[in-house]
């Protein structure tokens, strides 16, 4: 058998000999006249016809675009060098924790480099076999799995589907013995759950199908439904949302364990709900509200009986879990059982109990708590980093739970509902010595003196000399927090001699909603200099410098990306704004974009909100005369979350304007769409040209460490 030795050291700096550049020959972008007024000022939009994602000159502008990038790419010398060891550390096998649903116990597994995840089951004999493998979707593995839900006993599932990334689902419905479909798909579902009553139908959400473009035509009026088992689609009951008073962007419904109940939460932005719920046991039930007002983002967790336990962040901006009866079920009723804390509260239910994970600065502390309140013990973590996964049903007393840090790949562990044991239940099969690597979390200064935590991880024994390769990835928005975990790919980075470095920037869930408020609307900025403030940081304290910086994030962390590289084209040499979100103005018009604006507000919500956005959209601040960073932009052509045409419009714009020999790409993957349900095969192609355009324009000539040939043995 063979043996492959990768890391043997070359050299742990750049050549500082003067690399010859490759020549770029960008596409020409054709301009057209088109001025949009807000509040009596004049805005172009000179690449507004790249919005139409259904035209052929768009496509051929793609192709085009494409052409360009590949073609730079295929010169970066250890471009293929990345890619086999991003390939060689990917194949190893990977095995979810087990579930039971009915008679049958079923895992997901990947084998190493299996475009999709496999779903399998032990049979009656305890033997594993394949249960439903999306990798027979399609040939190329563009087609993947959305979501399983199983019936109530366990002998139907529906799972949805997803074509070339798009948010757009079919659910399919299988019996589980036979593994026969049972009827036609439903089709046009987005953004929304499978939720069985019984064994005898599920609920689901959807839009009505836009007219013109599925992948960016504008999506605003959520209905749920109901579908009986052997009934067609259109016979399907609206549930809500339906008419103008019950008109909401998102709605979701979900039945309670016991079946007793419809609990119906509805929304017109990414934050902040409606709640109701609907007694199943009476068939012509009235809605019952619970919250008639988007002042608080709350949700049913559980119910014993007619006692309901809701987690809200109404007048506890980290969270608490509070219990109320079904007849009166609103805010004044509300009694508290895991009250709010200095630190932000993640519950789940395990079995009969809560299990309360905390984000004590972004790490993971984790208590069980019986319904009463009581505090049962605190969970022993094998490390300091991330553990999720709870989540057992009710009859259950084992549960499995997941731990990982950014150098630490994830294993699976049992905890005993009753003793409070954990024990090892599946070690990582990865080749990657972790031993070998750090975290430090260090907390810096931003702008306004806000102290914002940041955790640093690169190999031991790093050197500080301001010449490693580092890359700086941020988001910092939609209450989103970002906690240690590992990445295959950023594991690659590292053992380049790479600095891998996360902020926990305002914007996020960190630190509660006030954190998350702090980084929205009119206070934006904030995000983007606490981002500044962290590759400051980097800098002064010698991790890196300028030269040797990358900053990355994608969709709200692109907008992150291309709003700092635009306002501190000096910070760093590289930028790597992936599916962002870019037209500022503009963004509310696609698909479900309004949705975001509790984030960001809108252009025509006033002028000082028109202004205040203009300020800082990185397509609008692109100046004629300034050297950008290095550039490679990723988009996928399918994406209809943050539609393609802010990446291609804030290319065209940057290669027009673009000074200096630093190269402005655009990188777009066909049949991809924001991230969910990429094939392996894509990943690790996306990885190699990212790391290898980052490091070849830092000044890398060949790669810090060397992959040696192969050693027969």
């Not at 690399?19 to 949009?36: A, C, L, R």
């Not at 959209?617 to 950008?628: D, K």
């Amino acid at each position: 058998m063979g043996l492959f030795v990768f890391g043997s050291l070359i050299s742990c700096q750049p050549l500082q000999t003067k690399q010859k550049n490759i020549t770029v020959n960008y596409p020409k972008t054709k301009t057209v006249d088109i001025v949009d007024t807000y509040f009596g000022v004049e805005v172009k939009d000179p690449y507004r016809w790249l919005e139409d994602d259904m035209s052929e000159e768009t496509a051929n502008w793609v192709k085009s675009q494409n052409q360009a990038t590949f073609g730079y790419l295929d010169n970066i010398p250890f471009r293929e060098a990345f890619k086999e060891r991003l390939s060689s550390l990917w194949n190893y096998e990977k095995v979810g924790a087990p579930f039971k649903e009915g008679k049958h116990t079923y895992y997901f597994k990947n084998n190493g480099l299996q475009n999709q995840y496999i779903l399998y089951r032990k049979n009656e004999d305890g033997e594993d076999e394949v249960f439903l493998d999306p990798n027979a979707f399609s040939e190329d593995g563009t087609v993947s799995l959305g979501q399983i839900s199983f019936s109530k006993d366990g002998s139907i599932l529906a799972y949805s589907i997803s074509e070339g990334g798009s948010d757009w689902r079919k659910i399919i419905v299988m019996d589980v013995e036979t593994k026969a479909i049972l009827e036609d798909s439903i089709l046009d579902v987005k953004f929304s759950g499978i939720s069985w009553f019984k064994s005898e139908g599920f609920y689901y959400s959807s839009y009505d199908k836009p007219e013109g473009s599925e992948l960016s035509a504008k999506t605003d009026q959520h209905k749920l439904y109901y579908h009986k088992l052997g009934t067609s689609q259109k016979d399907d009951t609206v549930i809500f949302g339906a008419t103008q008073a019950q008109k909401h962007r998102y709605v979701r419904g979900s039945v309670t364990e016991d079946n007793s109940y419809l609990l119906i939460d509805a929304s017109i932005s990414t934050s902040g709900n409606k709640l109701f719920l609907k007694d199943l046991s009476k068939p012509d039930s009235e809605l019952i509200t619970i919250l008639n007002d988007e002042k608080s983002d709350t949700y049913i967790i559980d119910n014993d009986n007619n006692t309901l336990f809701l987690v809200t962040n109404l007048d506890a901006p980290n969270k608490r879990i509070v219990k109320t009866d079904i007849e009166n079920p609103t805010p004044e009723n509300w009694v508290d059982v895991i009250p709010e804390t200095e630190h932000v509260l993640l519950p789940s239910t395990s079995g009969k109990y809560f299990i309360a994970e905390y984000m004590v600065d972004a790490i993971s502390k984790v208590i069980q708590y019986d319904y009463n309140g009581k505090l049962i013990r605190e969970i022993t973590l094998p490390g300091i980093g991330n553990a999720s996964g709870f989540g057992s049903k009710k009859e259950e007393t084992i549960d499995y739970f997941n731990f990982t840090n950014y150098y630490t790949s994830s294993s699976t562990y049992t905890f005993n509902l009753e003793t409070g044991e954990t024990k090892l239940y599946r070690k990582s099969a990865i080749a990657f010595n972790s031993d070998d690597y750090e975290s430090r979390q260090v907390f810096y200064t931003s702008k306004d003196g806000t102290k914002v935590p940041m955790i640093i991880t690169h190999k031991k024994g790093l050197e500080l000399n301001g010449k490693n390769p580092t890359m700086l990835y941020g988001y910092g928005g939609f209450n989103i927090s970002l906690n240690p975990s590992f990445n295959i790919g950023m594991a690659v980075w590292m053992e380049q001699g790479g600095i891998y470095a996360v902020p926990n920037i305002r914007g996020g869930g960190e630190y509660g909603k006030k954190w998350h408020n702090a980084g929205t609307k009119t206070q934006k900025q904030n995000v983007f200099d606490d981002f500044i403030a962290a590759a400051e940081y980097l800098i002064e304290n010698n991790y890196t410098s300028p030269q040797y910086l990358a900053l990355r994030g994608g969709s709200n962390g692109g907008l992150l990306v291309g709003a700092v590289m635009t306002q501190r084209p000096d910070l760093a040499k590289v930028a790597l704004p992936a599916v962002g979100v870019l037209d500022m103005l503009r963004y509310h018009t696609f698909t479900a974009g309004a949705g975001w604006a509790y984030d960001y507000g809108t252009a025509e919500d006033s002028k000082a909100m028109f202004e205040y956005l203009k300020g800082y959209s990185p397509l609008h601040n692109i100046n004629q005369g300034v050297e950008y960073p290095a550039t490679l932009i990723t988009t996928g052509d399918h994406d209809d979350r943050v539609v393609p045409a802010h990446s291609f419009k804030f290319a065209a714009e940057l290669q027009s304007k673009q000074t200096g020999n630093n190269p402005a790409l655009i990188r777009i993957e066909t049949d991809a769409g924001h991230g969910a349900g990429t094939p392996v095969s894509k990943i690790i192609e996306q990885y190699a040209d990212i790391f290898s355009f980052t490091l070849y324009n830092m000044g890398y000539k060949v790669l810090p460490y060397k992959t040696k040939e192969k050693i027969k043995g």
